[in-house]
């Protein structure tokens, strides 16, 4: 393998793929422009092959002559310095062979594999006289993606049948290439829907670094593989951490599934929306940082905040309650549990939030937060009118609601504005994401059996709350501009801890009904 430990990190990097078209535009070198934009780089594409598909299936595949291919590497390379390069479809021995020696000549500092073999259609991308030449090539890689199957032709093996086989397979993979493994769940058929980076030759922090995210109930997942193996170069290619990188990736990624129903696109398995945050950005509903704030040399201080928490966040996502309230399987008395413990928290956060608004500097603050508390004493009233009223309520509030309040009254009780906005900031911003997923999810449902959840989750993604999410953070941006050091870390502690009771919140229910 060639050494990359003298990577150089770039904030657009410059990212070239080599893969096979999708006129389409929803996988192959197409999606993989999209999410290298999607993700913050420059895109740049070799042709491999060209195939005449869409959303149903592969028509026909027309590999140009190899000399044309040579053409093609070479001018990228004779110009421009590329920071990554994302492969994909190969089709033939002879397209493998001039991949593996121009590698050989530009060295490219960091190199992602997606070993291409069957389209989601079940139409061959590889022939299979050349799926030696492509075991080989894993050689001269950093990461390769396959997926199931893929993984198992490349073992000489029989395909995992859970997640457990695929990370032995995957592991065996590490140790035979000395290459980093991305086992993919995306084929298992279970609920949840896990991705691990697998290095057994002790390039990671840990040998296997897991991050599982619920499955979405959509059929448009055309070029997932694709987009997430070319966002994985990319956001490598800026962090330089592939721990890191995979939680970015996949956190995305979720969204782009989450939305795909919307595009419309095709009558088969159609694609993933790559540019769902930068459409939500520019309509103003976005609740996550995209475009420039997420990519911008100088990240804003919410978007540190917001990376701090990224594992807390998409442990969030993989929580039972979670999973189940969108698939409508929650247990009733979770779901009374939940909302009752809410309306109890709610109560409280006002109080905290008209607290924060005495300490604010400007008017406008003032009125934004003390506009913030009134709405959560409507929400608040309105889960009794509309959930609450039949149910019985605990009369006390659980433990991690106890814990949650002690944290921000604590917070107001201390008195420094900076820290308290920042304690406030997750119920504002973590909601919003979930609700937003939760909502996209609820959407794009197939199934016709009615949602028990269907009223709440119908009214969960919700364009004011998303607005009154951005002032928030926009007022902590504010703060945090003329805070001292010792104020910005102790800002990123209560944002954290905050954080982490959002995730306890949403667990409680399992924890303590089941108790
Ligand atoms: N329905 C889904 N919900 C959430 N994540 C998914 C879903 N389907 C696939 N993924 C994710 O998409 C990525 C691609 O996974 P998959 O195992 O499907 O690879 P692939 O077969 O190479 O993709 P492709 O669909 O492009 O052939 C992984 O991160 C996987 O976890
Ligand atoms: C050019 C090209 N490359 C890769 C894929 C695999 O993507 P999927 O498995 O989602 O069809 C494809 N269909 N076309």
């Known amino acids: 393998m060639i050494d ?39 895109g740049m594409a070799v042709v491999s092959a060209l195939v005449a598909q869409n959303t149903r299936g592969v028509r026909s595949v027309h590999i140009p002559p190899i000399a044309f291919l040579r053409e093609q590497l070479n001018a990228v390379s004779d110009d421009v310095t590329i920071d990554a390069v994302k492969i994909g479809m190969l089709a033939q021995l002879d397209v493998i062979t001039e991949v593996r020696d121009w590698l050989s000549r530009c060295r490219p500092p960091l190199v992602v594999l997606d070993p291409v073999m069957v389209a989601t259609s079940g139409d061959r991308l590889l022939d299979p ?61 279970e609920t949840s829907c896990p991705d691990a980076l697998v290095n057994t030759n002790g390039r990671l922090a840990q040998s296997v670094v897991e991050v599982a995210l619920p499955r979405i109930r959509t059929t448009n997942t055309h070029g997932t593989g694709c987009s997430l193996s070319s966002a994985m170069a990319t956001v490598q290619a800026r962090t330089g951490d592939w721990a890191q990188s995979l939680a970015e990736v996949k956190d995305w990624l979720q969204d782009a599934l989450a939305h795909a129903d919307e595009l419309g696109v095709g009558q088969g398995n159609g694609p993933i929306h790559h540019f769902h945050r930068l459409f939500a950005d520019s309509a103003g509903t976005s609740p996550i ?8 040399s100088t990240p804003t201080f919410s978007s540190t905040l917001w990376r701090d928490v990224e594992l807390t966040r998409l442990q969030i996502f993989d929580l039972p309650f979670i999973t189940d309230l969108g698939s409508g399987t929650l247990a009733e008395e979770d779901f009374s549990y939940y ?29 934004f937060l003390a506009d913030s508390a009134a709405r959560c004493r409507d929400v608040e009233l309105e889960l009794h009118r509309s959930w609450l009223g039949q149910q019985p309520e605990p009369s006390e509030a659980g433990p991690v609601t106890t814990g949650y309040l002690e944290h921000l009254l604590a917070a107001g009780a201390a008195g420094n504005y900076a820290v308290l906005l920042a304690a406030l900031l997750p119920c504002f911003w973590l909601y919003a994401n979930v609700g937003d997923r939760l909502h996209a999810a609820y ?37 945090a501009a003329t805070a001292s050091n010792a104020e910005r870390a102790a800002m990123r502690q209560a944002f954290a801890t905050s954080a982490r009771f959002e995730l306890d919140f949403f667990d409680a229910p399992r924890q303590l009904v089941r108790a």
């Open 339 to 367: 909302l009752a413990q809410d309306a109890l928290y709610l109560g409280t956060y006002a109080s905290v939030l008209a607290r924060a608004s005495e300490l604010a500097p400007t008017a406008s603050a003032q009125c």
């Open 443 to 479: 959407l794009s449902r197939t199934e016709t059996a009615a949602h028990p959840y269907a009223a709440w989750l119908e009214t969960y993604s919700d364009e004011e709350f998303a607005a009154a999410t951005k002032q928030a953070i926009a007022l902590t941006d504010d703060v």
């Open 289 to 296: 940082p995209a475009g420039s704030a997420a990519f911008s």
């Open 4 to 42: 990359r430990t003298l990577l150089a990190l770039r904030q657009i990097p410059r990212i070239l793929s080599i893969a096979g078209t999708d006129p389409t535009g929803g996988a192959g070198i197409q999606a993989d422009l999209k999410s290298i934009a999607a993700n913050g780089g420059y």
């Open 129 to 189: 006289a050349a799926e030696q030449a492509l075991r080989d090539l894993i050689l001269q890689v950093d990461l390769v993606t396959p997926n199931v199957p893929e993984l198992a032709i490349l073992l000489g093996e029989r395909p995992a049948a859970n997640w457990a086989e695929a990370l032995e397979q995957g592991k065996r993979l590490s140790d035979s290439t000395g290459a980093t493994v991305l086992v993919k769940g995306g084929h298992l058929n």
